[in-house]
């Protein structure tokens, strides 16, 4: 009788992708990685044509794992990106391997920032909209305003540099809306 396989892509993965929630991409090599996963560094080169493609099945598992967040985050506002913002700024502080993988690491796997943010249920394309329905002129432009500052909020909680609670926030997002106006 065949011994019966415990280790498998998908287990393989769970593990990887606890190591990268705690640790960082970097921390996924194959010895820790076997040794997470409680077996030799064999099953992982039977199942995965190497590490690299480990680490892109890594990556598109943290675009999920955005998408669940972002599609799961409580939204309300009436004013464009305020909620994007919300949400990206809070995957950083609360994710911020995941996040470091997803939006600040180099390697992306042929995905943009852009397409990154939008996501499966064009997020982007909505808040131009609705930037747009509220009498912006140039909602592109309002997009890219208001980006970098939540861009670079989201990178300053990864450094413990940024300090504002959710309510100063969501107010700094909205102030800033208007003045760009």
Not at 12 to 17: I, K, N
Not at 54 to 64: N, P
Not at 109 to 120: F, P, Q, R, S
Request: glycine share 10%; charged share 25%; hydrophobic share 45%.
């Amino acid at each position: 009788m065949a011994r019966k396989e415990t280790n498998t892509r998908n287990s393989l993965l769970e593990a990887a992708f606890a190591m990268v929630t705690d640790e960082g991409m970097a921390a996924v090599t194959a010895r820790k990685l076997a040794a997470k996963a409680g077996c030799s560094t064999q099953p992982i080169f039977r199942l995965f044509k190497g590490m690299e493609e480990v680490y892109e099945e890594l990556f598109m598992m943290a675009i999920a794992h955005f998408g669940e967040f972002f599609g799961s985050y409580q939204k309300g506002s009436k004013i464009p990106f305020v909620d994007l913002g919300m949400a990206y700024i809070g995957y950083a502080a609360e994710y911020k391997n995941i996040f470091t993988v997803l939006f600040i690491a180099e390697e992306r796997y042929g995905k943009a920032l852009y397409d990154l943010i939008n996501g499966d249920s064009g997020e982007v394309g909505k808040e131009l909209t609705k930037a747009k329905e509220a009498g912006c002129k140039d909602a592109a432009g309002m997009f890219m305003k208001m980006w970098m500052l939540i861009h670079g909020a989201a990178c300053m909680s990864l450094t413990g540099d940024y300090d504002l609670g959710a309510d100063d926030t969501r107010r700094l997002l909205e102030e800033s809306y208007a003045a760009f106006s």
